[in-house]
């Protein structure tokens, strides 16, 4: 805890939700929340220890040991309850083995290749006990000759249930499974870490990336030491997972209310008022967070709408809406764009179109023409001429002599052309209305000022 608490990229942040907590309200909170793990994981694991008294190595090793081997009933010192011989680490001694004793008292006994134990160290500051051959019945567990192995049973391993009891609170707590900046480290110096013999040899940094990665390697370090066998170490740490769930719950309910009844405690939840506004629940179209995520209405299906101000079913295009909401939440909007007017009911597309009267009723972008127009006449600058017909037509301007000036074609009904007669010499000019057989359909004389 002091490790995390001190990091300098710790957010303090329960469950690493909510506002940032100050140092002290931190500190109470975490350290009580690990201090009530440790103390039930206690209780946990040494219920189980006492329940089922279970031996440890150092009893088991050297009790069968001094049964024998039971890998070949065909040679000495054979007992089925003794140990299996694997050669190179678990062997017999024989005649003129270095163990085998002055009055090879020690000949047919099972030795071990291990750590040789603390008989071998007299200096722990300068000396080391190395790896070699030993008589199991003289086995050590890796740690001070003082502290031999616990005076209690090893079933189930208590590291193995405190340590994942604490990397389990302490994930909980902070909401990352990470160490703060990804990685936790632990500094072993050379020669100056260990108690009971010279060591390390050189410097160790051991790295974990999560909390759970320092507690497995906690659980570990137990078999390797020769603590516990591997069967004391997965169900410590289940019963650490367990312990450590139940505590954080007690915690959170001891810290924090859940004013709303929702599942959600007021750290989490960004209305604890409301039942219906919290992580859980699914974002709805109505301009509020209601799932907690600090964003309003998003991931929704956005549709596009535009002001029908006249009611006619057509809108503007100039009140373009982007919003969540659906058409039959909203009044005057519509999902499309079409009205050319949307002051006037009359006007949109489809209406009924009145002829000559200057409006465009139908939104088609011209009003409906009943007769060839030809205006102004005299004409100064611009020309227009306007006709309805559903052929294609050709529109000639001719001066006095019959030769063209200019030439358009139309497109369809109520056409309307424009042509330019500023730069033409004054005097008297020929518009001409052609059929696409070439017929002459209309003629009209136009005085250009």
């Known amino acids: 805890m002091n490790y995390v608490n001190d990091h300098p990229q710790i957010q303090k942040r329960f469950e690493g939700k909510g506002e940032i907590i100050d140092d002290l309200e931190w500190d109470v909170k975490t350290y009580l929340a690990l201090g009530g793990a440790m103390h039930d994981a206690a209780i946990s694991a040494w219920g189980v220890k006492g329940w089922y008294d279970y031996v440890r190595p150092i009893s088991a090793i050297r009790y069968m040991a001094r049964l024998g081997q039971s890998s070949n ?3 000495q010192n054979y007992n089925p309850a003794g140990m299996p011989l694997v050669p190179g680490l678990i062997e017999m001694v024989a005649l003129g083995d270095t163990l085998a004793g002055e009055n090879n008292e020690h000949v047919g006994k099972i030795k071990l290749y291990n750590w040789r134990g603390p008989t071998y160290i007299n200096d722990p500051e300068t000396e080391y006990a190395n790896v070699g051959w030993i008589l199991a019945e003289n086995w050590w567990p890796y740690q001070r000759p003082t502290f031999v ?8 391993s208590g590291h193995s249930t405190f340590s994942r009891a604490a990397a389990e609170m302490l994930t909980a707590l902070t909401g990352d499974s990470f160490f703060p900046g990804g990685v936790g480290e632990f500094a072993a110096p050379k020669n100056e870490f260990l108690e009971f013999e010279e060591g390390p040899s050189v410097d160790i940094i051991l790295q974990w990336a999560t909390y759970r990665d320092a507690s497995d390697q906690t659980s570990l370090s137990r078999i390797w030491g020769g603590i516990h066998p591997p069967i004391d170490d997965i169900p410590g740490r289940r019963i650490g997972i367990k312990v450590a769930e139940k505590a954080f719950e007690r915690v959170r309910r001891l810290y924090y ?16 008022l ?3 506004i919290n992580p859980n629940r699914p974002e709805l179209c109505d301009g509020m967070d209601n799932n907690c995520n600090g964003l309003i209405d998003e991931a929704l299906t956005v549709n596009k709408f535009y002001r029908d101000a006249d009611g006619d079913g057509y809108g503007d ?9 659906t058409a039959n939440m909203l009044s005057q909007y519509v999902d499309n764009n079409l009205d050319c007017n949307d002051q006037e009911a009359r006007i949109y597309p489809g209406a009924t179109e009145l002829s000559d009267n200057g409006i465009d009723e139908d939104c088609s972008g011209l009003d409906l023409y009943q007769a060839f127009k030809v205006f102004p006449n005299p004409v100064h600058d611009v020309l227009t001429i306007r006709f309805d017909s559903p052929e294609q037509l050709e529109i000639k301007i001719s001066d006095v002599t019959g030769r063209l ?21 004054s005097g008297v000019y020929t518009v001409e209305l052609h059929a696409q057989s070439g017929n002459l359909l209309k003629q009209f004389r136009v005085l250009k000022m």
């Open 149 to 156: 192995t616990p005076p209690f049973a090893g079933y189930v």
């Open 73 to 75: 009933p065909n040679a």
């Open 317 to 325: 295009p100039t009140t373009l809406l982007d919003t969540c909401l």
């Open 405 to 425: 000036l200019q030439s358009k074609f139309s497109t369809g009904n109520n056409n309307s052309f424009e042509f330019n007669m500023q730069d033409l010499p």
């Open 257 to 272: 209310k859940d004013a709303d009844n929702d599942g959600f405690y007021s750290y989490e939840d960004c209305n604890d």
């Open 274 to 276: 409301d039942a219906n």
